[in-house]
């Protein structure tokens, strides 16, 4: 026997075995998890040309102008740590798929304090960990200074009228006012008032708050899904919590979309506990700290309304849950209000381009029109998919199942129609997904994980001009996850399809479905299907003419010489 078979035996009888006690095996591949991450927190200190003047260490990315030649075997090595800790998540997420809902409950307790622990004991990690992979973190600490210690409004006073404030030369976005809700400004204020000026306080007390926020949104995706499916809360409850991209990307740069994601899980728990208008509540909160909540919230609206039994009660709902969100949004806004400024810096960052998918198609059709009415046409056709996406959903609505489906849709759609696209949106995408893992959707949050994590966190910083990063990174990152999806969602819809179309075409009469003979096709449906292949024929054939120069000089040749005979 070859030794390649050999170990491939032997690889083989160790899963078995290992996947015959679920719960020693999470422990054995948390604990293998646990030294990459430790590999994972000692890496960056080796990068040069960091910022290390605080404490604790500042490590995002290097300064400007440093150069990825200077230390290729080092940049090697962080990627294949990464690659290693996405392999060991994969390995978990099976092995925690092993066990069977007619387990015992004794079984799946094990397997799920496994799970907790370790969950633990990574945010714990990413709490110390100083590889900082975005600089969000302290334009919250500043933007809760500015409204906390100098009493002004951060939704219009960017940080450059406080140049002598500690943390003004640290992370980016100085001269952009605060582009959230009214909620974060208040939530940051909050915690920057407690730290006061102390760096290492800010910084541990805004990390420590959204790090255990997560911990908070580990315990309702298990409490949720293990009330609507259970047997499956221990999957749930590994595929988000033990997740690298949340864990490197969204917990250890202390995001608030975490913030975000807890108060729309609080309003699903709420809505399961028939507290319809406090589920709204959170819903509304959730919205004021990221807009992107938005559609979420009328999706929810629209189910608690036609939900009522007759009409009186669905009008006496509908009129309850607008009077509650307008007062909730306005009585926020009120001590922060000054006019249509209030919004201005939001709106400029969302004409912006980053990496996104709108702005390839926007720069692709740049080059054949204007660029102003590309932007135009990009943005109204993206606006009109996901208006209609969502109105979809609101009319069809009508039991938990569809407002976790709309959800998580729409948790997806909204961030990938924006022009302003970062890792760190999807996270409230798996955080939902987590909750209802359909097949399809939970693949491919798995590929969209791994992609936005590697290719967008680590890879993209590879040295290649911006003019070949930019379409490459987006294609990289969003390209697998959004073919696989399309693929899987055609082979389940195709063979239906096919059915639909055979029997629209045959016209089976009764009689013939009962001997199994098929019938003619009528006539007017001979012209429809002969209409639609010659269509399907002509037009790729229109379109490759037209882009090659020699076909076309070729066509114009002989539609010359047609009209001379026929002329």
Not at 72 to 77: A, I, T
Not at 280 to 286: D, I
Request: charge should be positive.
């Amino acid at each position: 026997m070859k030794y390649p078979e050999i170990l491939l035996r032997k690889a083989r009888g160790i899963w078995e075995t290992a996947i015959a006690r679920p719960a020693a095996a999470i422990v054995g591949i948390g604990c293998v998890t646990t030294l990459a991450y430790v590999l994972f927190m000692i890496l960056p200190f080796f990068i040069p040309a960091t910022d290390r003047t605080n404490f604790p260490p500042y490590l995002a990315l290097p300064q400007t102008g440093f150069q990825l030649e200077d230390y290729y075997v080092l940049y090697l090595f962080i990627c294949l740590n990464v690659l290693l800790i996405f392999a060991l998540y994969l390995v978990a997420f099976r092995a925690t798929g092993a066990i069977s809902p007619a387990s015992s409950s004794e079984d799946r307790l094990r397997l799920t304090r496994a799970i907790v622990i370790f969950s633990a004991l990574f945010h714990l990690m990413m709490l110390l960990t100083p590889f900082l992979l975005s600089t969000d973190i302290f334009d919250y600490i500043r933007h809760g200074r500015i409204f906390a210690i100098y009493g002004e409004n951060p939704l219009l006073v960017p940080a450059t009228y406080f140049p002598n404030d500690q943390f003004f030369g640290l992370g980016g976005w100085v001269g952009t006012g605060s582009v959230y809700g009214s909620l974060h400004v208040y939530v940051t204020g909050m915690l920057a008032r407690i730290a006061g000026d102390g760096f290492a306080a800010n910084f541990f007390l805004f990390k420590g708050f959204f790090v255990g926020l997560d911990m908070a949104n580990v315990w309702l995706i298990w409490r949720i899904t293990k009330r609507l499916y259970p047997g499956m809360e221990n999957r749930a409850l590994l595929f988000y919590s033990w997740n690298p991209f949340i864990l490197t990307i969204v917990v250890a740069n202390a995001h608030n979309d975490i913030l975000m994601l807890t108060l729309v899980l609080a309003g699903f728990m709420l809505y399961l506990d028939k507290r319809l208008m406090l589920g709204a509540l959170c819903l509304t909160l959730a919205t004021l700290v990221k807009f992107i909540t938005l559609p979420i919230l009328l999706v929810y609206i629209a189910l608690v309304i036609r939900q009522q039994k007759g009409l009186l009660r669905r009008l006496e709902a509908g009129f309850g849950l607008a009077c509650l969100t307008s007062a909730v949004i306005v009585l926020s806004y009120l001590p922060l209000w000054a006019g249509r400024e209030t919004f201005e810096y939001l709106a400029t960052v969302g004409q912006k381009t980053n990496f996104t998918i709108s702005a390839l198609i926007r720069d692709t059709a740049a080059s054949h029109i204007q660029l102003s009415l590309s932007n135009i046409m990009v943005q109204a056709t993206l606006g009109a998919l996901l208006a209609a996406y969502l109105l979809w959903h609101i009319k069809g609505v009508r039991d938990k199942d569809g407002l976790l489906s709309a959800a998580a849709g729409l948790a997806f759609l909204t961030p990938l129609a924006l022009f302003w696209f970062q890792p760190w949106y999807l996270t409230m995408a798996l955080g939902l997904v987590a909750i209802r893992p359909w097949r399809h959707m939970l693949t491919a949050a798995l590929v969209f994980s791994f992609s936005v994590m590697f290719f967008d966190s680590f890879w993209w910083h590879a040295p290649v001009s911006m003019d070949i990063q930019k379409p490459l990174r987006v294609l990289v990152v969003f390209g697998p996850p959004m073919l696989l999806l399309a693929w899987l969602k055609g082979r389940e819809a195709l063979p239906l399809a096919g059915n639909r179309l055979l029997n629209w075409t045959l016209k089976q009469s009764t009689a013939n479905r009962q001997t199994g003979n098929l019938a003619d096709p009528s006539r007017l449906r001979l012209v429809v299907e002969l209409g639609v292949l010659a269509t399907a024929a002509v037009v790729p054939m229109a379109i490759i003419v037209s882009t090659s120069p020699n076909l076309r000089n070729l066509a114009e040749l002989l539609l010359l010489r047609l009209r001379l005979v026929f002329g």
